[in-house]
């Protein structure tokens, strides 16, 4: 309803993607991933810097291959079962209230 009064997001178009990253990571951000990879934490076992930026990718293709190396980390949701992928919404809310714990707590 108003949360965009009250919560800082930005909206980047995908063609300015790789220039917003590292203009951030130039200005001292920490670039976060939500993708599951080789080297990702489990993001209940993460550990939010206070600057950082969340990268998500799209459902069922996610984060493209060209952003990955601009990641500082990646981070991903431990998930039981088959199905191994969550609505980037979904996701996006979880990454977003793990990170309230550690800063609103």
Known sequence: MSSDL??????VRP???AA???T???D???VLGLEQAS??????????PPRAVLLLGAEK??????LLHLLDVCVEIPQLGVIRSLNV???AACTIWQWSQQFLS
């Open 6 to 11: 009250w919560v800082p997001c930005q909206e």
């Open 15 to 17: 063609a300015d993607i």
């Open 20 to 22: 917003f990253l590292a």
């Open 24 to 26: 951030k990571k130039r």
């Open 28 to 30: 001292g951000w920490v």
């Open 39 to 48: 080297d990702s934490v489990p993001l209940h076992r993460y550990t939010f």
């Open 61 to 66: 293709t996610g984060i493209p291959q060209e």
């Open 89 to 91: 919404h979904v996701s």
